[in-house]
């Protein structure tokens, strides 16, 4: 049986602006995605019989409606693929966060099954397969990270500082949806550049109507913003603030409250699971 143990990392949105609506509702995005060193584990195994199923999960998420899954199926159904699998997911990235969890996982595993597999099937090919299940899920099958627009499918690969990040999830799940509705939400942000990103533009438009709807968010951005600049990440509850070390950022995670979880981790232009990918090709050509 081929057994593959691949990571799915965690993303931060370094910036999130929404600058308008197309005709059918979805928002348009510009965000700036980078990833981290931390991340989900997802282990696939081979079955001849053809079926998918999911062993370990989730915690609370049916195995029809995992992402993973329908992963899966969705790239046997287009590679014509007789092959099946068993899909493990050990998760750390915590759920509602804004990190991408479900959408790197997804990607994970359209990357690992398209090589365990042998489907053959092209990046540009997965990365199509993969916006049908999340607009999050191609940067992740890209690898690289990028400047976003479009509803987060127009992806310009873009190299940064790598720096080192406090991340802290104040024990709350914020679900992306109910924030896409709010009427406080600021949806007609001028369009900016990674230029002007730099000297200083750039915020999260969610933020303010997270900490409206959770005190929660509110008290540990507050927390946090006495070591350094806090910011929330995507569309959920999780923070993040850039230290000068990682020895900085695991000294200020002594202090995190009991009822909170907080990891540093480093940044990566080039995805985890992409120098997985990489290094896995250059052992079998």
């Not at 790197?104 to 993969?130: H, I, K, M």
Request: hydrophobic share 40%; net charge negative.
């Amino acid at each position: 049986m081929q057994t593959l143990i691949l990571p799915a990392p965690a993303k931060l949105n370094l910036f999130l602006h929404i600058t308008g609506r197309r005709a059918d509702g979805y928002h348009l995005l510009q965000t700036l995605f980078v990833f981290l060193d931390f991340g989900d584990e997802i282990t696939l195994r081979v079955r001849d019989d053809g079926a998918i199923h999911r062993p370990a999960g989730a915690e609370g998420v049916p195995e029809a409606a995992d992402l993973t899954v329908r992963a899966a199926r969705l790239l046997q159904q287009m590679s014509g693929s007789p092959l099946g699998a068993d899909i493990q997911v050990l998760k750390r990235i915590p759920m509602g966060g804004g990190l991408g969890g479900g959408s790197s996982d997804a990607a994970t595993v359209l990357q690992g099954l398209n090589y365990l597999w042998r489907c053959g099937l092209s990046t540009d090919e997965l990365a199509a397969l993969g916006l049908r299940l999340g607009a999050d899920v191609p940067v992740f099958v890209r690898g690289h990270a990028a400047w976003a627009e479009g509803v987060g499918e127009q992806l310009t690969p873009v190299s940064l500082p790598e720096s080192w990040y406090v991340v802290i999830h104040p024990g709350v799940h914020v679900p992306t949806a109910e924030l896409f509705s709010d009427p406080g939400l600021t949806r007609d942000c001028p369009p900016i550049t990674l230029a002007t990103f730099h000297a200083g533009l750039g915020i999260n438009v969610f933020q303010p109507v997270v900490e409206k709807r959770y005190p929660e968010v509110t008290a540990a951005l507050r927390w946090l913003s006495r070591y350094s600049n806090a910011v929330l990440t995507g569309s959920g509850s999780c923070l993040f603030a850039p230290v000068s070390s990682k020895q900085e950022g695991e000294t200020i995670l002594q202090c995190l409250p009991n009822d909170w979880f907080g990891f540093v981790a480093s940044s990566a232009n080039v995805s985890p699971l992409q120098q997985k990918l990489l290094t896995l090709s250059t052992l079998h050509n």
